[in-house]
Nanobody, 126 residues
């Protein structure tokens, strides 16, 4: 069964850090581009970061650039999102998703992604 599962969310104070994990089962994650998205209540799902499956290029939204880092561990079949200097506006459910053939210019487009995890809640609050 093809599946991706996110973990690592939680409650953190402003300025704190979390590392999210996206683990795959049933397929090799390194064959896919992986995107991280988030959705806050009442808002549309937005692209946060992406890592390509060919040359390892990484992409970030302006709102997280310089604070978040995406990376792969192919041996563990896992992609990570390291989130530093967290802000209350980062509060959302975070999802990872796979894209077999990603058009990198449109990496934030949800339609490009095939498999989605169930999401993990990140809450930034004092």
């Amino acid at each position: 069964q093809v599946q991706v599962v996110e973990s690592g969310g939680g409650l953190v104070q402003p300025g704190g850090s979390l590392r999210l994990s996206c683990a795959a089962s049933g397929f090799r994650l390194d064959y896919y581009a992986i995107g991280w998205f988030r959705q806050a209540p009442g808002k549309e799902r937005e692209g946060v970061s992406c890592i390509s499956n060919n040359d390892g290029s990484t992409y970030y939204s302006d709102s997280v650039k310089g604070r978040f880092t995406i990376s792969r561990d192919n041996a563990k079949n896992t992609v990570y999102l390291q989130m530093n200097s967290l802000k209350p506006e980062d509060t959302a459910v975070y999802y990872c998703a796979t894209a077999r053939n990603l058009y990198s210019v449109g990496w934030t487009e949800v339609e490009q992604y095939d498999y989605w995890g169930q999401g993990t809640q990140v809450t930034v609050s004092s």
